[in-house]
């Protein structure tokens, strides 16, 4: 059955890796991300965002992640599973998730002024912890692709701010800002700096106050949003191909890596997954343009996409052989 973050969590924190976060919005993606963390025997979560929700239908989604513990057995291995909401933007949409089986849920106020996220959050988690059910909380804002750079810096998670947040709301973990952002622009080329190859590359993220945050809450977790690195050879491959993407640029995996290595315990992942059945699809339309049976391009793209969460859970996360 599915389980919630709680030792998974304990755990990771204890071992200095982050479980992997993906986001599903179709059985292929959710295949490719348990053959992966099967075959690498890694823990994993399971996103389902509103996007996914009004996409697939939340039945359907609960359905197959219920399914997939029963999967990973089959490939042999059984491994935690959480089903978590992500993103939720509402008490509702929380509770919603809580009845129909989640095992998780992030309740996002970060928008909302801070004693409104306090509130809200811990309605949240009142709700959620009466039916074992785990919560994540936001302090701070994670920068748009519109954000200058001086707002995105004012947006950054306040350490000052994190005990207070976590003790009044109960949350079990806590998304931060400290330089991720969602989508495969996640900075401006002002804010880069370009490589030889012309290749962009980032600013780095706020080591600085993941410490300060560390230090105010010592074994807390915390949770990194926006941690897609937009690998260059999808960039290349969907451009290849006929797509046309601009300025995308990505977090490194090498800062990753660090910060799984810290009070980071779960590291949330959907655009590179995106990237890479985009650039696979689009190869194979474009070599075999007879082609119109789906499972022709869905199947090598979850291919790719299984290459790809398994090189996550072993070189970036660490979550490898950890289940
Ligand atoms: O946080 C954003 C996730 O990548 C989900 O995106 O709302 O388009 O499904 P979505
Ligand atoms: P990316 O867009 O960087 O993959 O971030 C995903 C995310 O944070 C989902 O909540
Ligand atoms: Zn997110």
Redesign the pocket.
Known sequence: GLVNTRDMFAKAVKGGYAIPAY?FNNMEQLQAIIQACVATKSPVIL?VSKGARDYANINLLRNMARGAGEYAKELGCEIPIVLHL??GDSFETCKECIDNGFSSVMIDGSHFPYEENVALTKKVVEYAHAHDVTVEGELGVLAGIEDEVSSAVSHYTKPEEVVDFVSRTGVDSLAISIGTS??ANKFVPSQCTRNVDGVLIPPPLRFDILEDIEKQLPGFPIVL????SVPVEYVNMILQFGGKLKDSVGIPEEQLRKAAKSAVCKI?????GRLAMTAVIRKVLAEKPGEFDPRKYLGPAREELKKMYMHKNINVLGSANQA
Request: net charge negative; proline share 0%; aromatic share 0%.
């Open positions: 986001n996103q992500d993103h969602h989508g949003h926006g941690s897609s949330n992942i959907d655009s590179d």
